[in-house]
């Protein structure tokens, strides 16, 4: 006796289950694109306030990494990569805060040698807290950016610890 041939194949073949899929695809595409430029929100003035604020706040940070290294050398030399990562978030922010502009700020009074990683630390950590409430009043790549900043900067904070 013979083998009996597979039965056909019920229902949708592949191919019209590929292009069903590929259409569905193309609908979902479709429906998930981002809205035409005036119809995206737009950055309030309180909004662009509180993120030059936030400009200033990172600039002090920045400005505490070159303190502390300048009371402890050795210190410097270790928090080399952190101070470079704090420049970059500085370099963001200006860029997402509409007329931010170097500015010359001070930490503060600088350290004393032996208490230089534990007021940095303090230094971060208050940008840190600084940034996470000021999150709350963005929205969108702004509020992205920094919660970005925000982890980026607990982190430092830890690896100080």
Do not use: K
């Not at 899929?21 to 737009?42: I, K, N, Q, Y």
């Not at 208050?126 to 009043?137: D, L």
């Amino acid at each position: 006796m013979s083998p009996l041939a597979p039965p056909a194949p019920r229902g949708f073949s592949r191919r019209t289950l590929l292009a069903a899929s590929a259409a569905g695809l193309t609908v979902l595409a479709v429906g998930c694109t981002s809205a035409p430029p005036e119809d995206r929100e737009r950055v309030t003035g309180r909004q662009a306030d509180e993120l030059l604020a936030q400009v200033g706040v990172q600039e002090t940070l920045v400005a505490a990494y070159t303190a502390a290294g300048a009371a402890d050398p050795g210190l410097a030399g270790e928090v080399a990569e952190l101070a470079a990562q704090a420049q970059e978030q500085l370099e963001r922010l200006r860029a997402a805060a509409p007329g931010a502009s170097p500015t010359a700020t001070s930490p503060g009074s600088p350290p004393a040698p032996g208490e230089a990683r534990s007021w940095l630390r303090a230094q971060v950590a208050a940008a840190a807290t600084s940034h996470a409430a000021a999150c709350v009043g963005q929205s969108g790549a702004r509020a992205a950016l920094l919660g970005s900043i925000t982890a980026g900067l607990r982190g430092q904070d830890g690896q100080l610890a």
